[in-house]
C-alpha cells in the first residue's frame, strides 16, 4: 500500500470539492432554466388572459416580458381603446342630430302641429 504525502491528498480533496461544486452548480443552472419556462408559461397566460378580458383590443398591444411590463401595456393599451371609444361615439352622436327623425330627413324641419296635419293628412 502506497501512502500519498499531504500535498497529494489536500489536491485530492480540492479535487473532490470541486467535482461537487461542479454538480450542485448544474442542479442550480437546470433549475434555473426551470423557472425561466414557468415565468414564461405565467406571462404568456396573463397576456391570454388580459386579451381575452378586453377582446376588443389587439394583442398585439400587449407587450413585455415581466408582469409589471405587461400590465402596463395592457393598461396603455386600454386607455388607447377608451380614447378611440369616445372619439367614435362623439362622431356617431354628431352625424344624427338630435330630435330630427331618420324618416323626416330631407323634407325640412317641420313643427309638431305640421307634423300632426301630415300623419292626419295620410289617412
Known amino acids: 500500500m502506497t501512502t500519498m504525502d499531504p500535498e497529494e491528498l489536500q489536491a485530492q480533496d480540492a479535487l473532490l470539492e470541486l467535482e461537487e461544486l461542479r454538480a450542485q452548480l448544474a442542479e442550480r443552472d437546470e433549475a434555473l432554466a ?15 388572459a388580459l386579451a381575452a378580458a378586453e377582446p376588443a383590443l389587439d394583442p398585439a398591444l400587449l407587450s413585455g416580458d415581466t408582469v409589471e ?13 377608451a380614447r378611440i371609444r369616445e372619439a367614435v361615439r362623439r362622431e356617431a352622436a354628431a352625424a344624427v342630430p338630435a330630435g330630427v327623425a331618420l324618416r323626416q330627413q330631407g323634407r325640412g324641419a ?5 307634423k300632426i296635419r301630415a300623419g292626419l293628412a295620410g289617412r
Open 110 to 114: 317641420m313643427s309638431a302641429i305640421e
Open 69 to 81: 411590463a405587461l400590465e402596463a401595456s395592457y393598461a396603455a393599451a386600454k386607455e388607447t381603446l
Open 34 to 48: 426551470a423557472a425561466r419556462e414557468a415565468h414564461a408559461r405565467a406571462i404568456a397566460r396573463l397576456r391570454e
